[in-house]
């Protein structure tokens, strides 16, 4: 590992080369954030053309590119990344370790993303244009119906996923070998905990994606027919593989929401986290049966009778350990000592929308009714109130909560309280319509309605537009915190924060616990 | 194999990229096998066996009647003329039935269809059994000739009493060019 | 009347400010027209009640919190983080609560599948982008058709005022009878498509090469509306279901003019028709079926230009093969099944005559009826 003592490298080849997990993970967090902005992009050209009945803007055919590389874009370049990018700067520093476990492959697993990213944009170029297929990209529209350009997705969809997949072995391999003597599991923050188990969840379904990908590839190439009828496949078949990692996918992004808000809420409540192990296990709970509910995005292919029973039955299950979840944050809160800084807003922001997202997802887990909501925008409304509200304002929460620990400096928080403002109402008003228009039966994926969800689709876009603009805000506010913040030397910043990494200078230096820190002193958890 | 004592996190890291690799090969050689397997059994998708149905004939159960309607579809770009010769049949569990499809080649090439067999209610495919089926082989037909394809089945007197209609949807799909390969219906 | 189109127009002016216009719109799910809708649609207001009520308790515990627990009234925080107690009773409660929706939710559900016993079947089939209705009689021909979105292309694209059904009308409906159990046999024949009537209370999947079924007891006459529901393609928005619920004898009336017309239709093509009836039926049939890819001016998209095509100006037998048996590979289907003799005939001499194609071939119901048979 060389000589300890010394400093980042100079210009580029600080970031080519670099091996350290703060480096890598603010390349993560700025990478996710310009693919933020740019499947923002393509969501703003979405609600443009829906802002009234009729086209306007775009053909329909771009259309549905822009809806599958928005849903991509966001997903495995926004979300997935800007957690890696957060693990990355703080389990280390929250399990005292000096670094991750394999730093050499920590830099591959980040310099392989963008290439991915830019051969996906590339296809926005090609004959045929890019993917238009929905980012679920069934077969066959996906396969003997698609562009040329799905070639091209699909290296991409593979890209990713091993970026993934070294991402979350590294992240394995640290929390597994590199806590600080006295550190054991039950004593881990539970951002740790949630990414150690979101990270197996990667292992096990990440290589599933790739398997589906691969039989597309070799379905469109080599003749073999996994998905076409014609040759005795089965179009359903990819949809089983699909959801199989489809929907553990969904737990991928939300459990490290759930860490990022499980040590923001005690903090400022300035009180421990309400049930730590409840939380912990509820956490493992939701992992094991994201497995076997895989199907209730599935409900209207025609499965037996049996299937959709077994399918609801354990859907439903999983509002349990959800619900203690909720309930165990509220608890929290109650009979602490709150106040309301910038990541507290986020994070209550999370708290009610993500209830209020997992309360429609609890409709939708029945059957039956789910035949009137499946593939409407009451689907679109509810993954928008657990992905957006949830990951998203838990991330942001995250970036205001930490920014101060990684940069020395502190946010302007005034701006920062503009900005959760303008998200929750943009965000409200953009989504809680489209709850109505879809029960209306405003099908999802469509460039044009009909008139009668012509008023609440204006109010959609025009949200769409303020929530948008905020993150212009945020932008401003993280730069100009990096560039010119009122510098923070206290190093516990916030002063109910707990945990390894406030006990840290502030700034965090470039290198952190080169000797491991004592656990006994410090309190078990946040 | 690789012990590393500088960097511990290696021999974890070793193993985790085996499960990575064991899920990948868990799609191919268990995910699509297992679903094949669970659409004979369970008859997802209304999928019926590829192969003929041998078993010793079976006692006519001539207390009970079932429907049986037959349907022809054609796939995207398949311009064969292609209908089952009667939409609809009263058998008894356990008769042996014969019945005849009608298909055409309006094109002046010879081209080669596969007909792909699914049953509603999906419930009912495992307790229909084809002893006989154009479905089980390609149908290559030349250009502007004409054929008529039989069909035997026999419907299990083990089938749910609450079942009283079973629908047998044909779809032919063009696979001149796909041919060559072997393909077996399901 | 006239005092309704007033009031409609009123209605349309007041839609320009969507504040305003708020109590015209629907926010909730339709019971519809079905008992098993009505059965949905209490199985919904169930389970979004007892999550209101669940929220309200949350959302109210965590309200007071945020009042009375502050810092900045100097309210000190106090320690405790775990209890065994209320941790199991959480757990348990919801169970139990869950376990009281499973089991309206079960009935339900073994209700729509409850398949057999139907009175009339239905074969509905999907196709990008336009439907196909097939009724399958026990005896006697089948009755076929397909249902085209009728919307103009003057309306999408905002040229003209968008009609009351804008995006949800089309060109033939479904007709179905009231009081009967009727079954829909859904299937595809290119990609996945969804066919999805909220009021009837019927979403399923269309699958290429495999049959799903699904089944609707209509109450009441009516029209009904509905989408395709699974992304199909670019058109995906542009293939509506529009279904007619009349009375059973209305019904058999219906069915026996639509085999009168299919006689008709057989008829038609044996009689020759003027340059210009060709030219005004070709260039509606263009609109309906061709525009979408091939474009206004036949400038194409999707598909090939038209305008200058050497297919639309050369070779007679060439052109019509391409229209009557689509072209394998690619987005140009096979139309030959979808219009008469009469249609196809009229929509192939439009091509060769519009968009500056001034070939000057007028093709008639006969050529085309020859034509199919080689």
């Known amino acids: 590992m060389g000589d300890h003592h010394h400093g980042p490298a100079k210009g580029l080849s600080r970031w080519l080369f670099t091996t350290n997990h703060k480096d890598i993970g603010t390349m993560y967090l700025w990478f996710s954030f310009a693919m933020f902005i740019l499947g923002g992009t393509f969501a703003m050209i979405i609600r443009a053309e829906l802002f009234q009945p009729g086209m306007q803007l775009v053909e329909p055919g771009f259309f549905n590119q822009m809806t599958t590389l928005h849903g991509l874009v966001m997903v495995f370049g926004a979300i997935m990344p800007s957690f890696v990018g957060l693990a990355n700067w703080l389990i280390p520093m929250m399990i005292g370790a000096p670094d991750m476990a394999l730093p050499r492959m920590n830099n591959w697993s980040f310099w392989i993303l963008p290439p991915g990213f830019l051969m996906l944009a590339s296809t926005l170029f090609m004959e045929g244009g890019a993917p238009a297929f929905g980012w679920t990209f069934y077969a066959p529209l996906s396969t003997t119906y698609a562009a040329p350009s799905v070639t091209f997705f699909i290296f991409a969809i593979h890209v990713l996923g091993i970026s993934s997949i070294m991402g979350s072995i590294n992240i394995i391999a640290t929390i597994m070998n590199m806590r600080a003597p006295g550190m054991t599991y039950m004593k881990m923050p539970l951002f740790v905990w949630t990414w150690f188990i979101t990270a197996f969840l990667l292992v096990a379904v990440m290589p599933v994606l790739a398997g589906a990908v691969t039989m597309m590839l070799m379905d469109i190439h080599f003749g073999t027919s996994f998905f076409s009828a014609a040759g005795g496949g089965d179009p359903v078949l990819f949809q089983h593989i699909f959801w199989f990692f489809g929907h553990p996918e969904v737990y991928i992004i939300i459990l490290p929401a759930f860490g990022v808000v499980s040590q923001v809420i005690p903090a400022f409540s300035r009180k421990p986290l309400f049930g730590y192990a409840s939380m912990v296990y509820a956490t493992a709970a939701i992992a094991i049966l994201s497995f076997v509910v895989w199907a209730h995005h599935m409900y209207t292919v025609g499965m037996p009778v049996a299937g959709e029973l077994f399918f609801m039955y354990a859907t439903m299950l999983i509002a349990v350990p959800t619900g203690v979840k909720v309930f165990n944050w509220v608890s929290t809160m109650w009979r602490g000592s709150l106040s309301f800084e910038t990541p507290m807003l986020f994070s209550i ?15 939708l887990s029945i ?33 205001y909560f930490w920014l101060p620990k990684w940069t020395g400096r502190m946010y302007n928080e005034t701006m920062g309280k503009v900005h959760f403002w303008i998200s929750f109402v943009g965000f409200n008003v953009t989504f809680f319509p489209q709850h109505f228009v ?27 537009f303020v929530y948008g603009a905020s993150q212009i805000m945020f932008l401003y506010n993280v730069i100009a915190t990096i560039v010119s913040g009122e510098k923070v030397s206290d190093e516990q910043v916030w002063d109910g924060a707990e945990g390894l990494e406030w006990t840290l200078p502030t700034p965090a230096p470039y290198h952190t616990f080169e000797v491991p820190p004592k656990i006994e002193a410090t309190p078990a958890h946040g | 194999m690789l012990r590393l004592s500088r960097n511990p996190g290696a021999d974890t890291a070793i193993k985790l990229a085996a499960v990575a690799c064991a899920m990948f090969a868990f799609v191919f050689v268990v995910m699509v096998p297992l679903y094949d397997v669970l659409c004979d059994a369970l008859g997802i998708n209304g999928k019926t066996s590829g192969v003929a149905y041998t078993a010793v004939p079976a006692v006519v159960d001539t207390s009970r009647e079932v429907k049986i309607q037959f349907i022809a579809t054609n796939n995207d770009g398949m311009p064969w003329e292609f209908r089952p010769q009667v939409t609809q049949l009263t058998v008894h569990p356990g008769a042996a039935t014969d019945t005849i499809f009608y298909a055409a080649n309006p094109t002046s090439l010879p081209m080669i269809a596969q007909a792909i067999p699914s049953v509603t209610p999906s419930r009912a495919a495992g307790y229909f059994h084809k002893t006989e089926c154009f479905c089980f082989n390609q149908q290559p037909l030349e250009g502007l000739a004409s054929t008529e394809m039989p069909l035997q089945f026999v419907v299990d007197q083990d089938l749910p009493k609450d079942i009283r209609t079973i629908t047998l ?3 032919l799909f063009d696979v001149t060019t796909m041919a060559g390969s072997t393909i077996a219906a399901r | 009347m006239s005092i309704k189109k007033s009031l409609m127009t009123a209605g349309a002016t007041l839609s320009a400010l969507p504040i305003a216009a708020l109590a015209q719109n629907q926010v909730n799910m339709s019971p519809g027209v079905t008992r098993v809708g009505a059965e949905i649609y209490d199985l919904h207001m169930l389970i979004m009640i007892i999550c209101i009520v669940i929220g309200i308790g949350v959302f109210g515990v965590m309200l007071y919190s945020i009042v009375y627990h502050r810092k900045s009234k100097g309210y000190v925080a106090s320690q405790f983080h775990e209890s065994t107690k209320v941790e199991i009773a959480w757990t348990v409660v919801p169970f ?7 089991v309206p939710a079960t009935s339900t559900l073994l209700e729509v599948y409850d398949n057999d016993d139907a009175e009339l079947d239905i074969l509905v089939t999907g196709h990008q ?3 196909r209705y097939e009724y399958l009689n026990a005896e006697g021909e089948n009755v076929s058709f397909f249902s085209n979105l009728a919307t103009p292309q003057e309306e999408i694209y905002n040229s003209e005022a968008k009609g009351e059904h804008y995006l949800l009308e089309v060109d033939e409906p479904l007709v179905i009878p009231v009081d009967t159990k009727v079954r829909f046999l859904i299937t595809a024949n290119d990609v996945i498509h969804s066919w ?3 009021e009837i209370a019927v979403k399923r999947d269309a699958i290429p090469g495999f049959i799903n079924e699904a089944w609707s007891k209509v109450d009441q006459e009516g029209i009904y509306r509905g989408q395709c529901t699974e992304l199909c393609g670019s058109y995906h928005g542009f293939m509506p279901i529009v279904v007619h619920a009349v009375s059973q004898d209305e019904f058999q009336g219906w069915m ?19 340059l210009d009836a060709l030219m005004t039926e070709g260039e509606s049939v263009y609109k309906t079926q061709c525009l979408a890819c091939h474009g206004g001016q036949g400038e194409g998209g999707v598909g090939k230009a038209i305008s200058g095509s050497a297919i639309a100006m050369g070779d007679l037998g060439v052109h019509l093969d391409v229209g009557i048996k689509g072209v394998a590979g690619t987005a140009m289907q096979a139309f030959g099944e979808q219009l008469t003799d009469v249609e196809m005939a009229a929509v192939i001499t439009y091509q060769r005559n519009a968009f500056g194609n001034n070939t000057g071939d007028v093709v008639q119901p006969s050529d085309v009826a020859q034509h199919k048979q080689g």
Do not use: C, E
Not at chain 1, 349 to 363: K, Q, S
Not at chain 1, 381 to 390: L, Q, R
Not at chain 1, 447 to 453: H, M, R, S
Not at chain 3, 256 to 274: H, M, Y
């Open chain 3, 96 to 102: 139990l609560i869950l376990i009281g929706m499973a």
């Open chain 2, 169 to 171: 949807s044909y779809t």
């Open chain 3, 129 to 131: 982008w336009k439907w």
């Open chain 1, 367 to 399: 059957a039956p009714a789910d035949f009137q909501y499946h593939d409407t925008y009451f689907v679109v409304a509810h993954f928008h109130y657990v992905m957006v509200a949830g990951a998203v304002f838990s991330m942001t929460s995250a970036v």
């Open chain 3, 196 to 198: 999805w009537v909220p």
């Open chain 3, 256 to 274: 026996s003019a639509k085999r009168a017309d299919k006689d008709a239709q057989i008829a038609a093509s044996s009689v020759d028709l003027s």
């Open chain 1, 438 to 464: 879809g029960l209306a039966g405003m099908p999802r994926r469509v460039p044009d309605y009909a008139l009668q969800f012509a008023d609440f689709n204006m109010m959609s876009s025009i949200g769409a």
């Open chain 1, 349 to 363: 922001g999370f708290l009610v929308l993500f209830t209020i997202g997992g309360f429609t997802g609890l409709m």
